[in-house]
Each structure stands twice: as structure tokens, then as C-alpha cells.
């Protein structure tokens, strides 16, 4: 019976992962082609989260607590970003909606590698606003750096069984 249980959990929990990735995958290609993520996205990625977590950990008052604090860190850790336009109001609640989903030292990790790689994405796209000769400045679609760590992050917990 507790194996039944447990493989249950396991399948909601990977049939959640595997939507967040199809919702990750919808993120990159709208933002490289429309500079935009849509809130029914966003909001699809948060409400999700607690699917995953019902199906990964025992749902307590202070465990939810933690991811809701998280997000809200994550949140207005990147509305100063926004504030200052360096950063789309969509990567801002992307950025919540992902800090969700995880604890927060893997939020930490996935903040690092989005930035590292949001600084990749800066250089790539520059190159091609300069090589088509793009007036005004280039439109970064930071939510591709984004995705792409969240996309990092479910993985590790799809493909790596020891975390």
C-alpha cells in the first residue's frame, strides 16, 4: 500500500515537472518571438507548484510558508531590477512563479545560472541587433535565461534521484 502511494506521488510529481517544462519551453519561444511572457503563463507555472509539492514533501504550514517567502523575495529582488528597466515585468513574475516550485537554496542556484546565462543571452542578441543593424536599442529577452535554469532545476529533479 505504501508503494502504491509513493508511485502515485512519484507520477503526479513528474507529470507536474513535465508540464512545467512544455510551460518553460512556451516561455522561451514567446519571449524570443514577441519579447513577451504572458501572466496566464506565469500564472499556470505558480499554480502548479503546489501540485509538485502535495506530490514531494508533507504539506505543512511552515513548508508552504517557505516557498511563499521565497517567491516574495524573488519578487522584490527583481522589481528593483524592473524598476531600474533592466527587466521585463513578465521575467519578474516569471522569476516568482519558478521560486515556487523549489527550496530556496536551489532558488539561489537557479538565480545564479539564469544570470550567468542571461549574460550569454545579452551578448547574443546584441550581436545579432548589431549585425542587422537593429535601430534603438536591442530588446534582450531575458526570460530565455530564465526558462532555461528553471528548465535546470526541474531537471535535477527528474533526472537526479538524490536530491
Not at 27 to 35: A, E, F, G, L
Request: proline share 3%; hydrophobic share 60%.
Amino acid at each position: 500500500m505504501v508503494n502504491a502511494v509513493r508511485m502515485n506521488g512519484d507520477i503526479i510529481a513528474y507529470a507536474a515537472l513535465a508540464a512545467l517544462a512544455i510551460l518553460l519551453l512556451v516561455s522561451i519561444y514567446t519571449d524570443i518571438r514577441y519579447r513577451l511572457i504572458h501572466n496566464k503563463l506565469n500564472l499556470a507555472i505558480a499554480a502548479l507548484a503546489p501540485i509538485y509539492w502535495y506530490a514531494t514533501e508533507p504539506l505543512t504550514m511552515s513548508g508552504v510558508g517557505l516557498h511563499l517567502l521565497t517567491a516574495a523575495c524573488t519578487f522584490l529582488l527583481f522589481s528593483i531590477f524592473f524598476a531600474l528597466r533592466a527587466m521585463g515585468g513578465g521575467d519578474v513574475k516569471l522569476f516568482a512563479a519558478l521560486a515556487l516550485w523549489f527550496p530556496w537554496v536551489d532558488v539561489v542556484r537557479m538565480i545564479f545560472l539564469a544570470t550567468l546565462l542571461g549574460a550569454a543571452v545579452t551578448i547574443f542578441f546584441l550581436i545579432i541587433h548589431k549585425v542587422r543593424q537593429g535601430v534603438g536599442p536591442a530588446r534582450i529577452p531575458y526570460g530565455v535565461a530564465i526558462s532555461i535554469a528553471g528548465l535546470w532545476a526541474a531537471g535535477e529533479r527528474f533526472f537526479n534521484h538524490f536530491t
